[in-house]
């Protein structure tokens, strides 16, 4: 007995798989925004959440750059499952028919938001080393979730690409609509 899994069973599974992954997101997002907040007004103690203590003691500022960098880069990643999900669960994806205004805009705004985690990634990390450099202690960037900079940047490339491709593809469909 042979199990066939085809095109809609996993769309349902990459359904349920980026709302796991969105909400997860969604709290570590809010997570940082509130831990950042509740450090700056009421427990300045607090900055050993994500073990920066060390850099609020160095300089307030630098911890509240720190945070807003490691924040912007969690609602980017946030916004852009949005973007999956929402796609996935209005079934805006047309296997017959790809080749539509919506999916290049979908393409397009996944390409934006990868550049924009990666831009962000590549400021912290610059930030970051810049801040050792004057003998701060920090934890790595993998554990405040701002690694892979280049990564980001090159699966934005690649997205834009694949966005242009589509743009023509979209074309060419409205030419042969248009010709029925």
Known sequence: MEIKIGTPQILKILNILSWIIFIGLCVEAGMYLFNGIYTMTINSYN???????????YSPSYYIQE????????????IMFYLIVKMLHYKKLDIAQPFTAEMGRFISNLSYLAFGIGLFSFWAFKFNNWLASNGVKLPTLESLNLEGHSIWIFMAIVMFVIGQIFKRGIE????IDLTI
């Open 47 to 57: 900055a050993r959440f994500l073990d920066l203590l060390d850099l609020y003691n």
């Open 67 to 78: 945070i807003c960098f490691i924040s912007i880069v969690a609602i980017l990643k946030a």
């Open 172 to 175: 060419i469909q409205s030419e």
